[in-house]
C-alpha cells in the first residue's frame, strides 16, 4: 500500500490503555513505518480528543478518540543529475547500488549537487519514495561520504516502509544482514568480540560523534580479525577486519574502533593520532595509503527480504581499487 493523504480517526479500548501514542498508532496503521508516525506526531498531525498531541511518549486513556492526518509525502526536489551508477539490482519497486567513496548521498549544506539522490533521480526520474522528503527521496539507510558499498533505495513508499522496519531491526528479525571491510591501526584484544558502547554528538563538538557516559545511544558493534600485518614485538602494525553492525549510529565503525585503540586507517577525523605509524610502513605501501585519501571502510554485504515478493535478497560488492591496492601491497610484503 503507498502512503497516501488521509484522516482517519481511531477509538481506545481498554486492552491498549497505556499503550504509548505511536505504539498505539504504529497498531492501527502496520503499513506506516513508526520513525514516520513519529514524524507526524511531532508536526502536530495528531490529536486526542481534538487536542494536539505532539509527543510520541503520550499513553493513551480509554476511549481516548485518536486522529490522525498524514498529508502527501512531498515531493522530491534536488534536480536529476546524469551521474552513472554501478546499479546491482532494480525492479520497479527498488534499486541497489553500489556507492563509490567521494559521493555524498543527500543534498544538504554545501552538497546540493553531485549527490546520490541526484544521481537516482536522472536514473529512476520521479519514481522514487516520497517519505524521505525534499532532499532523501527513497533514502532507507546512508553511507558516510568517504565510505563505499552497497545500498538499496526505495521506489514507493510501502517499499521504504517495510525496508525501513528491516533496518530499524538491524537482522534480530532474521530479515537484514549487513557487512563491512575495514583496515585499522593495531589490533583489537580478541580474535572476534564486540564494542559496547553508546554513542551520541560530542559535546564540545557537534560535528564529530564521540562514546558517551551518559546520554548516548545503545550502541554495538561486531567485529572478527580476517588478517594481520607487519608483525611487531607489540603486535600486528595492522588488521584487516570483519564487522557487522547490531546497531546503526552515525560513524558508528569509525568511532568504536577508534575507542577500543584501533582507528580505521585514512580516518582523518577519528584516527588522526595514529597518523605518525605512517613512518614504518615500507614506501610503496605508504604510496597506496596516499592515493586513498579516504578512510579505509567498505560495505561488501548487504542482504533483505523484498518487501513485495518475501525473496531473500542478497549481494556482495568486490573491494574497490584503492582498498584492494593497499591490501595487496600489504599482502605481498
Sequence with gaps: ?????????????????????????????????????????????????????EEPNYRVKPADQISVNSPPPEPALPQAEDIPLDVVFEDEHLIVI??????????????????????????????????????RPGIVHRLDKDTSGLMVVAKTDFTHNRLSKQFAAHG?????????????????????????????????NR???????????????????????????KGPLLSLLNCVLETGRTHQIRVHMAHIGC????????????????????????NHLKKLKRQALHAYLLGFEHPET???LRFESDLPDDFSALLNSLTNL
Design 172 to 204: 534480530k528479525d532474521g530479515k537484514l544482514e549487513r557487512a563491512y571491510r575495514t583496515l585499522v591501526w593495531a589490533r583489537p584484544r580478541h580474535h572476534r568480540g564486540l564494542v559496547n558502547a553508546p554513542l551520541g554528538r560530542k559535546p564540545n
Design 1 to 53: 500500500m503507498t502512503e497516501k493523504e488521509f484522516f482517519k480517526t481511531f477509538s481506545v479500548d481498554e486492552a491498549n490503555t497505556g499503550v504509548r501514542l505511536d505504539r498505539f498508532l504504529a497498531i492501527q496503521l502496520p503499513d506506516i513505518s513508526r520513525s514516520r508516525l513519529k514524524q507526524l506526531i511531532k508536526q502536530g498531525e495528531v490529536l486526542a480528543n481534538g487536542a494536539k498531541i
Design 98 to 135: 553500489n556507492k563509490p567513496h567521494g559521493m555524498v548521498v543527500h543534498p544538504a549544506a554545501g552538497n546540493w549537487e553531485g549527490t546520490l539522490v541526484n544521481a537516482l533521480l536522472g536514473h529512476c526520474g520521479d519514481t522514487l519514495s516520497g517519505i524521505g522528503g525534499v532532499k
Design 310 to 312: 518475501a525473496e531473500k
Design 207 to 233: 560535528l564529530k560523534q564521540a562514546v558517551l557516559k551518559k546520554g548516548g545511544r545503545e550502541s554495538i558493534t561486531h567485529y572478527e580479525i580476517l588478517q594481520e600485518f607487519m608483525e611487531g614485538e
Design 263 to 286: 582507528p580505521v586507517v585514512g580516518d582523518e577525523t577519528y584516527g588522526s593520532g595514529f597518523k605518525t605509524r605512517e613512518v614504518k610502513l615500507p614506501e610503496h605501501v605508504l
